[in-house]
């Protein structure tokens, strides 16, 4: 039997216990992107489903001109909406947070004066942004809303641990189906995203208070009846994460994994 000597022991033990550490030091920490919050249901970007819905969704509203003309399309043909409004806006125009309600479409939370999150804004300060709006929204006359969507889309922990507090589902968009109407890119453009892009689950943005002319109202007019002659249904959100959490149920998938 051969004996190691000691030294060499030691310098083994010394190498085995460096090697140890580096893989420590050096281990890559949990990758936050898209993956990660979906699978922690943190945030919905999209919710594919076995039937042929759709989810449009409506920004920055309500507008006196814009809103009601969006509204109007929606009942010519039978589309629900969801409305992600503004808090200063709901508090000058409560009729039409009202009337969005009345006519089945959903209200969302989007700050009370379209707040971004930086890395400076603190969660105190974030929080009565969204509590301003709830409580502008529920000055309305309307039902408490359940969603949040953070203006740009900008977020990050702070804004999910708000969300969280305040017992709200941070809803994104399709990437495939940002629609950027606010940037009045032209009516074709804006029809031609949603229509060559389409899939069941996805949900779409569009806004509802554009400055200057919009868009929308025309792009909608093209987008509605093409995709109710396809067999597409345009449902709220909150119906959409509904009908995922019952094909999930009838999978045996635990509701988590498409519901936050």
């Given at each position: 039997?051969?004996?190691?000597?000691?030294?060499?022991?030691?310098?083994?033990?010394?190498?085995?216990?460096?090697?140890?550490?580096?893989?420590?030091?050096?281990?890559?920490?949990?990758?936050?992107?898209?993956?990660?919050?979906?699978?922690?249901?943190?945030?919905?970007?999209?919710?594919?489903?076995?039937?042929?819905?759709?989810?449009?969704?409506?920004?920055?509203?309500?507008?006196?001109?814009?809103?009601?003309?969006?509204?109007?399309?929606?009942?010519?043909?039978?589309?629900?909406?969801?409305?992600?409004?503004?808090?200063?806006?709901?508090?000058?125009?409560?009729?039409?947070?009202?009337?969005?309600?009345?006519?089945?479409?959903?209200?969302?939370?989007?700050?009370?004066?379209?707040?971004?999150?930086?890395?400076?804004?603190?969660?105190?300060?974030?929080?009565?942004?969204?509590?301003?709006?709830?409580?502008?929204?529920?000055?309305?006359?309307?039902?408490?809303?359940?969603?949040?969507?953070?203006?740009?889309?900008?977020?990050?922990?702070?804004?999910?641990?708000?969300?969280?507090?305040?017992?709200?589902?941070?809803?994104?968009?399709?990437?495939?189906?940002?629609?950027?109407?606010?940037?009045?890119?032209g009516v074709a453009t804006i029809a031609n995203k949603v229509l060559k892009n389409v899939r069941n689950g996805d949900i779409v943005l569009f806004h509802d208070k554009v400055e200057g002319k919009s868009q929308t109202v025309k792009a909608l007019a093209r987008i509605l009846p093409q995709l109710k002659q396809e067999g597409y249904r345009f449902v709220t959100v909150s119906?959409?994460?509904?009908?995922?959490?019952?094909?999930?149920?009838?999978?045996?998938?635990?509701?988590?994994?498409?519901?936050?």
């Amino acid at each position: 039997m051969t004996l190691i000597p000691k030294k060499a022991r030691m310098l083994g033990i010394f190498i085995v216990i460096l090697l140890l550490s580096c893989n420590t030091v050096y281990a890559k920490p949990a990758q936050k992107n898209r993956q990660y919050y979906e699978e922690r249901g943190e945030i919905v970007w999209e919710v594919p489903t076995q039937d042929k819905l759709i989810a449009l969704t409506f920004d920055d509203g309500p507008d006196p001109v814009q809103t009601p003309e969006i509204l109007a399309l929606l009942r010519q043909y039978e589309a629900k909406g969801t409305f992600f409004v503004l808090g200063k806006w709901a508090e000058k125009f409560p009729q039409l947070v009202m009337q969005e309600q009345q006519e089945g479409h959903e209200v969302a939370n989007h700050t009370y004066a379209h707040s971004y999150a930086v890395r400076s804004t603190g969660a105190d300060t974030y929080i009565r942004d969204m509590d301003a709006a709830e409580k502008s929204i529920l000055g309305a006359g309307v039902a408490r809303p359940m969603l949040f969507r953070p203006p740009g889309g900008y977020y990050n922990d702070m804004v999910i641990q708000a969300a969280k507090q305040k017992g709200y589902t941070i809803v994104l968009w399709s990437w495939h189906q940002d629609t950027r109407d606010w940037a009045s890119p032209g009516v074709a453009t804006i029809a031609n995203k949603v229509l060559k892009n389409v899939r069941n689950g996805d949900i779409v943005l569009f806004h509802d208070k554009v400055e200057g002319k919009s868009q929308t109202v025309k792009a909608l007019a093209r987008i509605l009846p093409q995709l109710k002659q396809e067999g597409y249904r345009f449902v709220t959100v909150s119906e959409l994460l509904a009908v995922k959490a019952k094909e999930a149920a009838k999978n045996g998938v635990s509701s988590s994994k498409v519901h936050p």
